[in-house]
């Protein structure tokens, strides 16, 4: 499977399907892609520790002799390292942290970014928040009440489901493929009156 490039023609892409969607309904999307929604410092502490405590042990058991004062300095120096290097690897973050942490990151970063980028403000309470996080691998859709109101609860799951899953290893076509759906959704239940003015951005937001 061929992961996401958000690069300006992924960007593009994105741009011209929610165009598309809100020319059919009078929801309006917002897409946010995230390189990370959480704090994961106390997982590069962790790795730092865990090579600084190697590195220690091998320094005692190592038949190589050595002043003792360089005990504290080679400790220091690779737990350094190991943060640096934990704090620059997404597989190490996701490894040393749990899924329920990461869930709740990607949760808490969504639903600020609701009100961040104005999706709570609009005048017919018709937002929508598609909010994607790299390293998380997760996928968060917030709507607004009047979104809500109209769509059936089983229908908007069903669509949620499709872009969860579209999320967790997302590819380009399927992540638009799951965009569309959720499209052809609103337009079903929230068609387009002309009476809605954009008052959101059509350009994906990246903070990779």
């Known amino acids: 499977m061929t992961r996401v490039k958000f690069d300006q023609p992924a960007c593009d892409s994105l741009a011209q399907c929610v165009k598309e969607i809100e020319s059919e309904t009078d929801a309006e999307l917002v897409i946010v ?9 106390h997982a590069d502490y962790l790795f730092g520790a865990l090579i600084a405590f190697i590195g220690l042990l091998l320094l ?15 400790v220091a120096v690779l737990f350094v390292a190991g943060a640096y290097t934990c704090s620059r690897s997404r597989h190490l973050r ?7 942490f990461r869930e709740a990151a990607a949760r808490t970063g969504a639903a600020a970014m609701f009100y961040e980028a104005g999706i709570a403000n609009t005048n ?6 598609i909010y994607l996080s ?15 109101k109209a769509v059936p609860p089983l229908e908007w799951n069903q669509s949620l489901f499709e872009l969860k899953q579209a999320g967790a290893e997302p590819d380009v076509q399927t992540f638009l493929k ?9 337009a079903k239940h929230l068609p387009a009156t002309g009476e809605n003015p954009n008052e959101l951005p059509d350009m994906p937001r990246f903070e990779l």
């Open 124 to 129: 017919a309470e018709m937002g929508v928040l």
């Open 60 to 74: 005692l058991f190592l038949p190589v002799d050595f002043h003792t004062y360089w005990v504290p300095i080679d």
């Open 33 to 41: 892609v995230r390189g990370r929604s959480g704090n994961y410092r």
């Open 178 to 186: 799951a965009l569309r759906s959720l499209g052809a959704l609103l």
């Open 134 to 148: 790299i390293l998380e691998r997760r996928l968060e859709l917030i709507a607004d009440r009047g979104v809500l």
């Open 94 to 100: 996701r490894l040393l942290t749990t899924r329920k």
